[in-house]
């Protein structure tokens, strides 16, 4: 197997699992979402925590199944190209999603 083929089936593995955890635990899980973590007890309170386990949930079903797809195709072609594809565009995706300011990052999770 391809060194980024290989790279790629365990980020995905990892991906899927972190989706299965989030999925199990439903709300429960936003307090593993970075930045959340740190807020204070009463503030978190002020957050849809569901929403924002599943949108966490399906941000990891998309790296998975962009990175599976890399394995896979990197797989059948017997190229790295596609692994490399698939790490580029999972990192477009991943930054897309950081945000360093709170607001951002939680805003659209506040409940009225």
């Not at 429960?28 to 966490?56: H, V």
């Not at 990891?60 to 490399?84: D, H, P, Q, R, Y």
Request: glycine share 8%; net charge positive; charged share 25%.
């Amino acid at each position: 197997m391809e060194r980024w083929a290989a790279m790629c089936g365990v980020m995905s593995i990892i991906f899927w699992g972190m989706a299965l955890l989030f999925a199990l635990l439903k709300g429960k899980a936003a307090i593993l979402i970075s930045g959340f973590n740190t807020m204070p007890k009463e503030q978190r309170k002020q957050y849809d925590r569901e929403r924002m386990s599943k949108d966490q949930r399906n941000a990891f079903i998309l790296w998975a199944v962009i990175l599976g797809s890399g394995c896979l195709l990197t797989e059948l072609t017997a190229s790295k190209n596609g692994a490399i594809a698939a790490v580029i565009i999972w990192l477009v995706v991943f930054f897309r999603d950081v945000h360093l300011d709170e607001e951002k990052a939680f805003g659209k999770y506040k409940m009225k």
